[in-house]
Nanobody, 124 residues
Framework: QVQLVESGGGLVQNGGSLRLSCAAS????????MGWFRQAPGKEREFVAA????????YYADSVKGRFTISRDNAKTTVYLQMNSLKPEDTAVYYC?????????????????WGQGTQVTVSS
């Protein structure tokens, strides 16, 4: 069983920055690929970013490429999402997810474990 706990969300002005963290339990964090997704009210959950088991490969949605950076610290069993140049359209609940098979996926159903989510609100 893997437990994921997100933190770092909040209210920020247009153009501001936030760093989200996702702390994972479990003995084999380094064998999981990790992803960040977000869900705005009335919309489907959408892919934001993913990172390979070692952290050597990263993947981004076009909407956040160049503004967001995903990273991980396997010693701390934590994955991060640095969000810069935030826009009002980035407002959503952000979720981290783990795939125990180590694959990189862009759809939520492929991930095995999810955190409870953290709210990010960008004011205009």
């Amino acid at each position: 069983q893997v437990q994921l706990v997100e933190s770092g969300g909040g209210l920020v002005q247009n153009g501001g920055s936030l760093r989200l963290s996702c702390a994972a339990s479990g003995r084999t964090f380094s064998s999981y690929s990790m992803g960040w997704f977000r869900q705005a009210p009335g919309k489907e959950r959408e892919f934001v970013a993913a990172i390979s088991r070692s952290g050597g490969s990263t993947y981004y949605a076009d909407s956040v490429k160049g503004r967001f950076t995903i990273s991980r610290d396997n010693a701390k069993t934590t994955v991060y999402l640095q969000m810069n140049s935030l826009k009002p359209e980035d407002t959503a609940v952000y979720y981290c997810a783990a795939d125990v098979g180590g694959g990189i996926y862009y759809v939520p159903r492929k991930y095995d474990y999810w955190g409870q989510g953290t709210q990010v609100t960008v004011s205009s």
